[in-house]
């Protein structure tokens, strides 16, 4: 029955011919690591001599589709080792999010080199915070590391937790929700997934932020009480927790594969710059896929599978451009590169009078004003978020119906416009707070008016952070996801700027109180201005046409 599950498995997501149907399972066995702590680890068993080893490392589990990733990936010629990190489902322990990762990661590789069936070589493979636990032993794993498949994942988790210096409270919490989730009966999980998890949602709206695990999990979770009180960028909390400053010593093969409306691309992406910068030659594709897209998960198994048959077995796989992404919009479509990113000239788009959008530069103007209240935050919706169903591209026109919203939209494109790189927003605000949240969206406004959100930022202002003219106007930088996007002849570009997105940000309660602690919030005015003296504009990479960046 195994056989034939994972037979139409590989059959309904075109994997490679299967080496062998003939795969030994042995669960739970204990892995003791250096302080005692034993680490529960099931194990694949390809009957194939020689054969490397594929280990994933993972707080979420060893069944479902784990089991079934397992056998797939041993059919096709390798050991897999499938381990739960410690303190979760059955391993000993405590669950710290980074903490033991790397001396657990490690004394597992030494327990792989005393089994009799190891060869010396071995590969990693995993998502998200399976990727972490990649980054964390890849430096000190060396030779023996012979492949890594990094997906929806980066080296270093910091800066996407305080994006902009702000905090990711959505993507925090509800992970923090899923993790205690998984110590409940799946009965009551699945009665709190059909109410529609209402603690989340009370507890993603209550104050203060520390009080806000207890409504949604029912209990105090410590990593989120930690990361609430080390947010500042000194932190010495985090020097530990993060792996980028080693990705020079990586010698590993890294296939990296990530969703233009990923929690983790731009981190994913810094990661792979570090290491083109260290002689590398990573491999990247970018597709268009949120963090748990199903499509994400199918294309990291053909690629995983793809790089570790190059890689760890030595098996020639066929040959593709080391970057490929995938183009959104209207005729866009997936696109071969030399590299990320792609020559692009910068372009920038300016905020005019009139809410217009356009490259010429702006026209004396008044400046526009919107009023942010923290008590009624202005929403998130769409865009990076932990959740798929709740993720991605969506129509914008509810968010920017609301007063608190200020938009900035194009004349109807006479020619395409291609985008595919970095972008960034320069934003000139004068605000009565000191104290303040800027967000920047670049939208994408169909012929039937509906507004599709390509990409986006925010920045936290405080005093001191940057600084401010004679008349009190603050010019934020505001650095937004990459994007791959064709704006079609017909449609037009639009610039949204608000005071923030809740709950995927923490709302700014305009005070300066600590994150965890804060509950006055305080409402303000604030003036975008768009003059001669002060632009604001969206900078985009314009790329040339399609055919001169190949298909």
């Not at 590299?339 to 010429?360: K, N, S, V, Y």
């Amino acid at each position: 029955m195994r056989r034939l599950v994972t037979r139409a498995a590989a059959a309904a997501l075109r994997l490679p011919a299967a080496r062998t149907g003939r795969i030994t399972v042995t669960r739970d066995l204990p892995v003791r690591v250096r302080d005692g702590v034993t680490l529960r680890t099931d194990h694949y068993a390809p009957d194939l001599p020689g054969a490397p080893c594929v280990l994933i490392r993972t707080p979420y589990g060893r069944g479902g589709p784990v089991r079934l990733l397992g056998r797939l990936v041993a059919e096709r010629g390798y050991h897999v080792v499938i381990q739960s990190c410690r303190g979760t489902y059955g391993s000993g322990g405590e669950f710290a999010p980074l903490v033991h990762e790397r001396d657990d990661g490690l004394d597992t590789l030494d327990w792989l080199r005393r089994q009799p069936w190891w060869t010396g070589a071995f590969g990693m493979f995993g998502a998200s915070y399976q990727g972490f636990v990649q980054w964390a032993v890849a430096a000190e794993a060396a030779d023996e590391l012979r492949a890594m498949v990094a997906v929806v994942t980066a080296s270093a988790t910091r800066d996407s937790t305080y994006a902009g210096e702000s905090f990711a409270l959505d993507t925090v919490l509800t992970w923090a929700e899923l993790l205690q989730a998984q110590t409940v009966p799946w009965l009551a999980r699945q009665w709190e997934l059909k109410r529609g998890q209402p603690r989340l949602t009370r507890a993603l709206a209550h104050l203060p932020l520390a009080e806000a695990d207890r409504i949604a999990t029912g209990v105090t979770v410590p990593f989120f009480q930690e990361w609430l009180r080390h947010h500042t960028p000194d932190a010495d909390y985090w020097r530990t927790r993060i792996f980028g400053d080693r990705i020079a010593e990586v010698r590993a093969p890294v296939a990296m594969v990530s969703g233009w409306q990923d929690i983790f691309l731009p981190a994913q992406l810094d990661d792979y710059a570090r290491l083109r910068a260290a002689g590398a030659r990573p491999r990247l594709t970018v597709g268009p896929w949120t963090h748990g897209s199903p499509g994400l998960l199918v294309a990291a198994l053909r690629e995983g599978l793809d790089w570790l048959d190059e890689h760890l077995a030595g098996r020639p796989a066929p040959g593709r451009a080391p970057v490929r992404v995938h183009v959104g919009g209207s005729g866009g479509g997936w696109r071969d590169l030399p590299d990320w990113p792609p020559p692009a000239e910068p372009a920038r788009w300016h905020l005019q009078a009139g809410h217009a959008l356009a490259p010429a530069p702006p026209a004396p103007s008044a400046p526009d004003r919107i009023f942010y209240d923290p008590a009624d935050p202005t929403p998130s919706l769409g865009g990076p978020l932990l959740v798929a169903q709740r993720a991605g591209a969506v129509d914008n026109r509810p968010v920017e119906a609301r007063r608190d919203v200020l938009t900035y939209t194009s004349a109807p494109l006479a020619a395409p416009v291609e985008v595919i790189g970095p972008v960034r927003a320069e934003i000139q605000v004068r605000s009565e707070l000191s104290y303040l949240d800027v967000f920047v969206r670049l939208c994408d406004v169909d012929r039937r008016g509906r507004s599709w959100n390509v990409c986006d930022g925010l920045v936290r202002v405080a005093p001191g952070r940057f600084p401010r003219d004679a008349s009190g106007v603050v010019r934020v930088p505001v650095t937004l996801w990459p994007a791959a996007h064709r704006f079609a002849p017909g449609h037009r570009l639009r610039v949204q700027v608000s005071g923030g997105a809740h709950p995927r940000y923490a709302r700014n309660p305009g005070t300066g109180e600590p994150l965890g602690t804060a509950v006055t919030l305080r409402a303000g005015w604030r003036e975008i201005l768009h003059d001669p003296e002060h632009p604001s504009a969206v900078v985009l990479p314009l790329v040339p046409a399609p055919s001169t960046v190949g298909r």
